[in-house]
Nanobody, 127 residues
């Protein structure tokens, strides 16, 4: 599997962006797709995760503002970001693994759970 992230850009606070993560290489029915972000000088931070057959799970910092969805026909995952804040400024990454484990989705809040990453797309939110 290869991932191609896109959709980043410059937006004013309160605005919206939609990031895309296109998966290619093979089709898959069992998946875990995570979104992370990394601001300059900081560690990669969990944003949210979508497991096959499960509802998305979000970090508290983005809950109610960000939404993860999937277009299965195009093997593309989306991160819809609304009411953006300057502190959302970061490079956003999508990660993939097919190692699906039942139980709390919090398990997938660590970048170490993923074995395939997109190249990252920069989101800048101005105040």
């Amino acid at each position: 599997v290869q991932l191609q992230a896109s959709g980043g850009g410059l937006v004013q606070a309160g605005g919206s962006l939609r990031l895309s993560c296109a998966a290619s290489g093979r089709t898959f029915n069992v998946f875990v797709m995570g979104w992370f972000r990394q601001a300059p000088g900081k560690e990669r931070e969990f944003v949210g995760v979508k497991r096959s057959g499960d509802i998305p799970y979000y970090a508290d910092s983005v809950k109610g503002r960000f939404t993860i969805s999937r277009d299965s026909a195009n093997n593309t995952f989306y991160l819809q970001m609304n009411n953006l804040k300057p502190e959302d400024t970061a490079v956003y990454y999508c990660g993939f693994t097919n190692k699906y484990l039942r139980g709390s989705p919090y398990y997938y809040s660590s970048p170490a759970r993923y074995n395939v990453w997109g190249q990252g797309t920069l989101v800048t939110v101005s105040s």
